[in-house]
């Protein structure tokens, strides 16, 4: 039997609504399919998880962001995917900085909020992006998402 | 922020400043620039940034960083630490 997809979902500041509602539908579509996947962000965005789902019947593992980085540049830990929701500056830095630890993975930089064009132009690594003006409703941004991962049929 | 909350900091840049202006600014200012890779460790803290990520070093003594936080955003920093600097004297790419 084939290993298991591994994928790291790298989280933002929660202050934008979308995000966690988006969050959950990546992890639950990734999951759903086979992948082991891990989301990793500051604790206020995994206590914001946590608590919206607490029998973990949709996010599954979780790890604060310190504590993931470290594993990634002491290579206790690897991606084939890695999805990284980015709605600021620092957002942006991370989807850098996760780049350059996983310079094999698949890098999905999902890039949102009220004005992400001009953030998206900050990117000069190679990714693929998904960019959408979103703030609190997800739709527009949940269907490209869909597109992009070939869930367009996904009802979730 | 951690292990550098906990020491003595002095902020260069205001929160809010992008981390390409913090670069711009470590590269413009200061006469000794050290460039390292996102993950390096640093007053046992791991720097994150687009690569390369650009140091400074005042008098010898201080180490002026980036520091990104997911809420707050960048942070550009001056920690004294002279085995600090003696440590990316010996290992970080040096400014040409």
């Known amino acids: 039997m ?17 995000q966690q509602a988006l969050a959950f539908h990546v992890v639950h579509n990734l999951r759903k399919r086979g992948s082991d996947v891990m989301v990793t962000g500051n604790p206020s965005v995994l206590g914001l998880l946590k608590v919206s789902d607490p029998e973990k019947v949709y996010i599954g593992q979780t790890k604060v962001l310190e504590n993931c980085i470290e594993d990634l540049v002491g290579k206790k830990r690897g991606a084939d995917l890695c999805v990284i929701f980015a ?9 850098a900085t996760m780049r350059h630890l996983l310079p094999e993975s698949r890098l999905v930089v999902i890039i949102f909020g009220k004005d992400p064009k001009p953030l998206a132009a900050e990117i000069n690594f190679p990714c693929e992006t998904i960019v959408e003006k979103a703030v609190h409703n997800p739709a527009a941004l949940k269907t490209k998402i869909n597109q992009v991962f070939g869930w367009a049929a996904s009802r979730t | 922020m951690g292990c550098i909350e906990n020491l003595k900091y002095d902020m260069i840049l205001p929160l809010g400043a992008s981390f390409r202006e913090c670069r711009e600014y470590v590269e413009k200012h200061y006469p000794e620039v050290w460039y390292v890779e996102p993950g390096y460790k640093l007053f046992d803290e791991y720097i994150i940034g687009l690569p390369p990520i650009a140091l ?3 008098e010898g003594a201080k180490i002026i960083f980036p520091y990104t936080k997911p809420c707050h955003g960048t942070y550009l920093l001056r920690i004294e630490g002279v085995e600090e600097v003696e440590r990316v004297r010996k290992t970080a790419k040096k400014k040409k």
């Open chain 2, 56 to 58: 400074g070093i005042e």
């Open chain 1, 87 to 95: 709605h600021n500056d620092a957002g942006i830095v991370y989807a």
């Open chain 1, 2 to 18: 084939a290993d298991k997809k591994t994928a790291l979902i790298v989280l933002g500041c929660p202050e934008v609504p979308v």
